[in-house]
């Protein structure tokens, strides 16, 4: 069998160490704190959507529902295997 290049070699290393780094207890408390975020400002989201015909915040309703989508864009681009 061939000798592995020194790319697929690094390769390796690389994806071990991502596998390591999302497995680690730091990684998983850093993307449940980025989960609640998001469940907290969607949450939030939807108060002000109900309550809409009293306070008709429309801006902010977006602005809570870009948040939340920006942080679980950062979930998806890093939280997960590739």
């Known amino acids: ?32 704190s980025i989960g609640d975020e998001i469940l907290a400002l969607t949450q939030q989201a939807r108060q002000l959507a109900a309550d809409y015909s009293i306070n008709q915040n429309h801006l902010k309703i977006i602005q809570l529902l870009q948040q939340a989508n920006a942080l679980a864009q950062i979930i998806e681009k890093h939280g997960k295997h590739h």
């Open 1 to 32: 069998m061939d000798k592995p290049t020194p790319r697929a070699q690094e390769n390796a290393l690389l994806a071990q160490e991502r596998i390591n780094w999302l497995e680690s207890n730091a990684t998983k408390v850093l993307f449940k």
